[in-house]
């Protein structure tokens, strides 16, 4: 498959490139470095050329203090180390932002009551649940851990966690206890935060067993501390109001090594116990601010709401926006109650100026005929940003068409493994359907092919060649880090392989298929996932789909689509033929599905992703607890419908 050309739908004027943050760090860098750096493709061919000087520069823009003289101290993958003697504490920036004149955080319920936490009441806050912590003995090292919607109490829990160099862990409430105890049990933690519960789809869900289910899993604990959202009680738990009390007194923080951890994040945990994941303070500090201020140029005027929840790393990524002064936002409400175009109707009502969401979110939009720009006044949103598929081109220009021509999308993809993203969108770089803008500043980002070549043009192996700061410092219990190495860096020795499928286009942009372990491989001809998605579900009458290719025992491949259609509809043989015309059009002839099959619906992992390997294995003969925790995806009575199909 070779790149072609793709006309944009937005270009950035000459005033959005002067007005940017990233043209003021490139004036900044040049300077500083003696270069010339005229555009966005000079400035990362810089950034990745001299990662010291880069990293360096991001240091010494966003004014972190002292910085070491040594910046990579050794460049190997894994191990890299960076900025040895540093000591510092992601918090400090947080508390650098402080302010009077706009809210820290604006929290929104399904209902439309909106509560806000200025920063003195949210640092206040933090700091008085950081004196309870230390009365509790919590020291640097020390894990505390959040079962928790997305509100603000888990925001202010982390920063106080972080404040003292303990290490925080969360995971969202629509786990069962034993998915939150699969994650959270592994750290033997100290102190958990929690709730009795959420409201969402306009239920209330009622957590108090499963909290105490979760508790006996967690022998360790020295406290529970809870928040009371619906009236629940928990014996022998401390109040959240009480244990977060603001006493006036001095803020403190813990200064840190550079790679001291920060929070442990997890896989996903479809194919055994989910890894967890150590980020430090110093390297996630750096990103972040790289993310927030340069890519997404978000500052101290913006208000900055992602659809997200605390089992996802976007939580953290918007938790960032408190690094650059940004307003963010907390819902832990559907993005569909009570109709379709919710986020919308929020970001209207919250005065949102950068709103996330995701691939299916604008798809269902776009299939339930909204019409945000006539529906909400939406004149604050100046950006939007996508991830957790890919988008196809056709939802790129729905968004281009339904919400504004002159808002840029920014699609990103990256990972859990970074807690940020490899390539995405830049604000002095232009937008095309179906494509990622350029990769990320300091991403050594390439397309490999079968021998390990860089690539462009044509679909390769997406690798990073050199270390990002926000690399995993390690996984948890894995003492020798051969579960580290053999999950990026066993195809390719001393490069990280991500396992996705790009095309690094002429232009330098990036268009991403999808995953490398679920490839299509039709008479040697490789096709991403993403490709037929982005095809078929475009189609009216389609409301989801996924695409297998089953090697079989006889040496066959057989390769079924199954699609979720409208309730109560029937899959005909016209319905049939038109997306196989579709596919054999849009995407190509050899990858055509042999059979074109009705599912009552398409299981995803908590964050949305598609469980392509083990409906596949499962499809191979494997049982579903063969193949995956059945805890860690969203409707597991679906896998009993593969299995039976199967069979």
């Given amino acids: 498959m070779t790149s072609v050309t793709v006309a944009p739908q937005w270009v950035p004027t000459a005033q959005d490139i002067a007005q940017a943050r990233i043209t003021d760090f490139a004036r900044f860098v ?26 360096s520069a991001v240091w010494d823009y966003f004014a972190l203090g002292e910085r070491p003289a040594v910046v990579l101290a050794d460049a190997d993958m894994p191990g890299a180390r960076w900025f040895p003697g540093a000591r510092l504490n992601y918090v400090d920036q947080v508390i650098r932002q402080a302010r009077t004149d706009r809210p820290a955080i604006v929290s929104v319920d399904e209902g439309g009551t909106v509560t806000e936490l200025s920063w003195a009441e949210m640092l206040g806050r933090a700091a008085g649940f950081a004196r309870t912590l230390r009365e509790l003995g919590v020291r640097p090292g020390d894990r505390v851990v959040g079962y928790l919607p997305d509100i603000p109490e888990a925001v202010i829990a982390f920063l106080a966690t972080a404040s003292l160099g303990a290490v925080w862990s969360a995971c969202g409430q629509d786990y069962t206890a034993k998915a939150a105890l699969d994650r959270l049990g592994q750290l033997e933690p100290v102190v958990l935060v929690t709730t009795d519960g959420y409201r969402f789809g306009g239920k209330e869900h009622h957590k108090v067993a499963e909290i105490e289910a979760l508790r006996e899993g967690l022998p360790g604990l020295r406290a529970t501390v809870l928040v009371s959202r619906l009236g629940g009680g928990i014996d022998g738990a401390l109040d959240w109001d009480e244990a977060s009390a603001d006493d006036g007194a001095q803020w403190r923080t813990e200064r ?90 929020l970001a209207a009502q919250l005065g949102a100026t950068v709103l996330g969401a995701s691939p299916g979110y604008v798809l269902a939009c776009a299939k339930a005929d909204a019409v945000p720009r006539h529906d909400h006044d939406l004149s604050a949103l100046r950006l939007i940003g996508i991830t957790g598929s890919a988008l196809p081109a056709s939802s790129s220009i729905w968004l281009r068409d339904n919400v504004g021509a002159h808002i840029p999308v920014a699609s990103i993809s990256g990972g859990t493994d970074v807690v940020s993203a490899f390539a995405g969108g830049a604000p002095t770089v232009p937008v095309r359907p179906g494509e990622l803008s350029a990769p990320y500043l300091g991403v050594a980002l390439e397309a490999w092919d079968d021998q390990g070549k860089p690539v462009h043009g044509v679909v390769g192996e997406l690798v990073v060649t050199k270390p990002m700061p926000s690399m995993p410092i390690r996984f948890w219990n894995d003492p020798d880090g051969s579960r580290y190495r053999a999950a990026y860096f066993e195809d390719y020795p001393d490069v990280w392989r991500h396992g996705d499928w790009i095309t690094v286009t002429d232009r330098h942009s990036v268009i991403v298929h999808g995953r490398s372990d679920s490839t299509l491989n039709r008479h040697g001809i490789r096709m991403g996932s993403a490709d037929i ?90 049982t579903p607890s063969q193949v995956l925790d059945t805890t860690a995806i969203d409707h597991p009575a679906l896998l009993d419908w593969y299995a039976q199909f199967r069979r």
């Fill in 256 to 345: 840190v090594a550079f790679d001291h951890p920060l929070w442990v994040l997890y896989s996903s945990g479809t194919t055994g116990l989910p890894k967890g994941i150590v980020h430090g303070h110093g390297g996630v500090l750096l990103e972040h601010l790289k993310a927030m201020a340069l890519q997404f140029d978000i500052g101290p005027e913006d208000t900055f709401f992602w659809y997200t929840s605390p089992s996802w790393m976007m939580w953290n990524f918007q938790v960032a926006g408190l690094l650059v002064g940004a307003t963010i936002v907390c819902y832990p409400g559907s993005p569909t109650a009570p109709r379709p175009d919710a986020l919308w109707e």
């Fill in 533 to 622: 998605y982005q095809a078929v579900e475009q189609l009216p009458d389609i409301v989801d789909s996924l695409v297998i290719g089953a090697e079989q025992p006889d040496g066959g491949y057989w390769m079924p689509l199954f699609v979720v259609l409208p309730t109560g509809a029937t899959l005909t043989d016209a319905m049939k033929a038109g997306i196989a015309a579709t596919i054999r059009t849009e995407v190509s002839p050899r990858h055509v599905p042999d059979e074109i099959i009705a599912a009552p619906g398409v299981p995803r992992t908590k964050t949305g992703k598609k469980l392509e390997v083990p409906i596949k294995r499962i499809l191979q003969g494997a």
């Fill in 30 to 55: 040049e300077s500083r470095h003696a270069v010339s750096l005229p555009d966005y493709r000079t400035l990362w061919q810089w950034s990745v050329d001299d990662l010291a000087g880069f990293w």
